[in-house]
């Protein structure tokens, strides 16, 4: 009998959905034309029969008398590595010429199939071929795609070459096959890329053309003019295979939100998923949310949601230091439907690019560079495989650290005073006892203009003359306060009170109002660096005002005898001495209080004796 497993094969590998896609198909068509020409038709589901929709017919007697029954296998298709992956039982019925009610002619059944078109191998759980009515003028069907004969019932034999002209070998198929295994190999390549048959099947299958990632057809097909190992040569030895003919699957996606990844991204930096390009069936707009965060990171919905499909993407961003596998579920919805899929990702490890910010002439900043690192094992090694190119310097950890103590320390070049910003690069590497890998650190060099500070001045005029009494002030001096060295400094709005002056960045007020005063006064100062920036701040003058006073004083004299001087504890207020008054305020009662200078003198009334007191008062300039 012919082997039936070729056309399970290349059905699987139509049928499979791209997993790293996300993509559920479903066979929409199952085709084999023989070498003769001639078109016959496979059933593979039950449903209606129509001439070429692929349905199963139930009630044909052959599928009857041999129990064939529909197919309940799902399909995935993985593009990113060519595999298809059927789960569950793929029953398909070839039957001769483009009517599903046609005799049927040859059943085969697989378990579990998985055919990887880029490793050309296939395996199954299991699979069995049952061979039907040969009619004249089948030609190729079944697993070998060959034409074996008119009628072979149940025990047929059939020679068939393996490998092409240079490699004539025959092998004999008798009565019906079957196998089951976990997994049971149908066919691979070997290591020169000639064809080797595994149990019969030979022919490899290739992908046509694939739609799938924005919703349309995957189709697949053993031609033979697609790849190296699909042509089937036929020796002097065994000419009657010269008939073998082509088969060919179309599958269409899904209808509904399909799975995507995994998707490979770099850690702590955001990538922008388009969830949406492999979905099918929805209708705009939509609204986009992610039902499932992920937990290694952040996903987040971007674009007008709801809107159109086209605008609206997730970028997922992981966590600084986190690898390896992460997942997270979005849910779309139109006016009707509603459909929620997974999407994978896949953190690499290894180390990321960092970012930083500095001024010219601020000395060194450092950069944790470890921070967003992962995938490492302390200790490692820090070193700078490029150098900073714009002139600066970086200076890794000495001897090994742990990780996340990663810091580097940059210090941006001694260039010619400019206002340009720009961003110098350098690279570094980190290694531990079995992982390296290098990242690039990109710090921005900006401008150091120059900073005045507001500042603030107190000025005495207690026991002198207010005229010429100064306070000086120091202007912001060289560095990032001052900005690029060289500077001046000048007074753009002198006070009230007094002048200002400057010598280098001293600024030295001096009060020059003859007249008592106290309160405040005020005068702005400017700064400009090399580069022409300039700041300005106010400096607040204060003239303080001071209150004189006259401390309080106790003496003992005798009847009828004025006292000795007693001198007066007094503190000045503003001015001098002599620019202050000193009186009696208020006399005595039993005597005269006398003042002369600082010093008061007591004497009591005749016969007086018992306690008295006066007050001084003194007032100063103000």
């Known amino acids: 009998m012919r082997k039936a497993i070729f056309p399970l094969l290349s059905l699987l590998l139509l049928g499979a959905s791209n997993l790293a896609s996300g993509v559920t198909v479903t066979l929409l068509t199952d085709n084999t034309r023989s070498g003769s020409g001639a078109?016959?038709?496979?059933?593979?589901?039950?449903?209606?029969?129509?001439?070429?929709?692929?349905?199963?017919?139930?009630?044909?007697?052959?599928?009857?008398?041999?129990?064939?029954?529909?197919?309940?296998?799902?399909?995935?298709?993985?593009?990113?590595?060519?595999?298809?992956?059927?789960?569950?039982?793929?029953?398909?019925?070839?039957?001769?010429?483009?009517?599903?009610?046609?005799?049927?002619?040859?059943?085969?059944?697989?378990?579990?199939?998985?055919?990887?078109?880029?490793?050309?191998?296939?395996?199954?759980?299991?699979?069995?071929?049952?061979?039907?009515?040969?009619?004249?003028?089948?030609?190729?069907?079944?697993?070998?795609?060959?034409?074996?004969?008119?009628?072979?019932?149940?025990?047929?034999?059939?020679?068939?070459?393996?490998?092409?002209?240079?490699?004539?070998?025959?092998?004999?198929?008798?009565?019906?096959?079957?196998?089951?295994?976990?997994?049971?190999?149908?066919?691979?390549?070997?290591?020169?890329?000639?064809?080797?048959?595994?149990?019969?099947?030979?022919?490899?299958?290739?992908?046509?053309?694939?739609?799938?990632?924005?919703?349309?057809?995957?189709?697949?097909?053993?031609?033979?003019?697609?790849?190296?190992?699909?042509?089937?040569?036929?020796?002097?030895?065994?000419?009657?295979?010269?008939?073998?003919?082509?088969?060919?699957?179309?599958?269409?996606?899904?209808?509904?939100?399909?799975?995507d990844g995994p998707i490979d991204v770099q850690q702590a930096v955001p990538t922008s998923i388009d969830v949406l390009a492999n979905d099918v069936g929805f209708t705009d707009p939509v609204t986009v949310t992610v039902s499932t965060p992920p937990t290694k990171g952040t996903a987040t919905v971007v674009g007008t949601s709801p809107g159109a499909q086209a605008g609206i993407t997730i970028e997922y961003t992981s966590n600084a230091g986190a690898t390896g596998p992460d997942t997270f579920s979005y849910t779309v919805q139109d006016a009707g439907n509603t459909g929620t899929a997974t999407v994978s990702v896949n953190i690499l490890a290894g180390a990321s690019d960092d970012t930083a910010t500095t001024t010219r002439n601020s000395g060194p900043i450092n950069i944790n560079v470890g921070a967003n690192d992962g995938g490492f094992t302390d200790p490692v090694t820090l070193t700078i495989a490029v150098a900073p190119d714009a002139g600066g310097t970086a200076t890794p950890p000495v001897g090994t650290v742990a990780l996340a103590n990663g810091i580097i320390s940059y210090t941006p070049a001694t260039t010619d005073p400019g206002t340009a910003t720009y961003t110098e690069t350098f690279t570094y590497q980190v290694t531990d006892n079995t992982l390296t890998d290098t990242a690039v650190v990109r710090v921005t060099v900006t401008n150091a203009v120059p900073d005045a500070m507001v500042g603030a001045l107190t000025i005495s005029t207690q026991g002198s003359e207010p005229l010429d009494k100064t306070a000086t002030f120091t202007a912001p001096g060289a560095g990032g306060s001052l900005g690029n060295a060289p500077s001046a400094?000048?007074?753009?709005?002198?006070?009230?009170?007094?002048?200002?002056?400057?010598?280098?960045?001293?600024?030295?007020?001096?009060?020059?109002?003859?007249?008592?005063?106290?309160?405040?006064?005020?005068?702005?100062?400017?700064?400009?660096?090399?580069?022409?920036?300039?700041?300005?701040?106010?400096?607040?003058?204060?003239?303080?005002?001071?209150?004189?006073?006259?401390?309080?004083?106790?003496?003992?004299?005798?009847?009828?005898?004025?006292?000795?001087?007693?001198?007066?504890?007094?503190?000045?207020?503003?001015?001098?001495?002599?620019?202050?008054?000193?009186?009696?305020?208020?006399?005595?009662?039993?005597?005269?209080?006398?003042?002369?200078?600082t010093s008061l003198t007591y004497t009591p009334n005749a016969a007086y004796t018992g306690g008295d007191s006066c007050v001084v008062t003194i007032t100063d300039e103000d």
């Open 39 to 259: 078109l016959s038709f496979q059933a593979f589901k039950t449903c209606a029969p129509a001439p070429g929709n692929g349905c199963y017919n139930p009630a044909n007697s052959w599928n009857v008398n041999n129990n064939v029954t529909g197919s309940d296998a799902t399909w995935d298709w993985n593009s990113a590595t060519g595999t298809l992956t059927s789960t569950g039982t793929f029953w398909t019925t070839s039957f001769l010429g483009s009517n599903p009610s046609a005799t049927s002619v040859i059943s085969d059944k697989t378990v579990g199939l998985t055919i990887n078109t880029t490793a050309q191998t296939t395996t199954a759980t299991s699979y069995n071929c049952v061979e039907g009515n040969f009619l004249a003028g089948v030609g190729a069907n079944g697993c070998l795609n060959v034409s074996i004969g008119t009628d072979f019932v149940t025990s047929s034999t059939a020679l068939y070459n393996v490998g092409g002209d240079a490699n004539c070998v025959q092998r004999t198929i008798a009565g019906d096959d079957s196998s089951t295994g976990n997994p049971r190999g149908l066919f691979t390549a070997d290591a020169a890329g000639v064809c080797d048959a595994v149990d019969g099947a030979y022919d490899l299958y290739t992908v046509v053309s694939d739609d799938t990632a924005t919703g349309g057809n995957l189709v697949i097909s053993n031609g033979t003019d697609i790849g190296t190992c699909l042509v089937f040569t036929v020796p002097a030895c065994a000419p009657e295979l010269a008939s073998a003919g082509a088969h060919w699957l179309t599958f269409g996606v899904a209808s509904g939100a399909n799975d």
């Open 489 to 597: 400094v000048m007074v753009t709005a002198p006070g009230t009170k007094g002048i200002a002056t400057v010598m280098v960045n001293v600024i030295t007020y001096t009060i020059t109002d003859a007249a008592f005063f106290t309160g405040t006064d005020t005068f702005t100062y400017t700064i400009t660096d090399a580069d022409g920036v300039t700041d300005s701040a106010d400096v607040t003058v204060t003239i303080a005002p001071e209150t004189p006073a006259v401390a309080n004083r106790s003496f003992t004299t005798t009847e009828g005898t004025a006292s000795a001087p007693q001198a007066l504890g007094i503190t000045l207020g503003n001015g001098s001495q002599a620019q202050h008054d000193i009186s009696v305020s208020t006399q005595a009662t039993n005597g005269t209080c006398a003042l002369n200078g």
